[in-house]
């Protein structure tokens, strides 16, 4: 069973990372906290015995790096 303060750490955190998301075309800095919100969503899911989707979230962290990585410097 999760605990209660591993479910408010987990919509805060997909709170956090739909945000940046949303936020990225108006800036790449947003692009790479879009990537830390995903390695904290990617704990989240590996605190919630969810580990595949810990697993997939460290994957959209690595691309999400690349994209920061490969964005026009504004």
Known sequence: MVSVGV??????????M???YALERRSRLFVLLFAVGCLLSSAYGFLSGAWPFGVVEIIWSAIAVGRYRSAEIA
């Open 18 to 20: 739909i945000t940046m």
């Open 7 to 16: 479910t408010i750490y987990g919509v805060c955190v997909v709170t956090f």
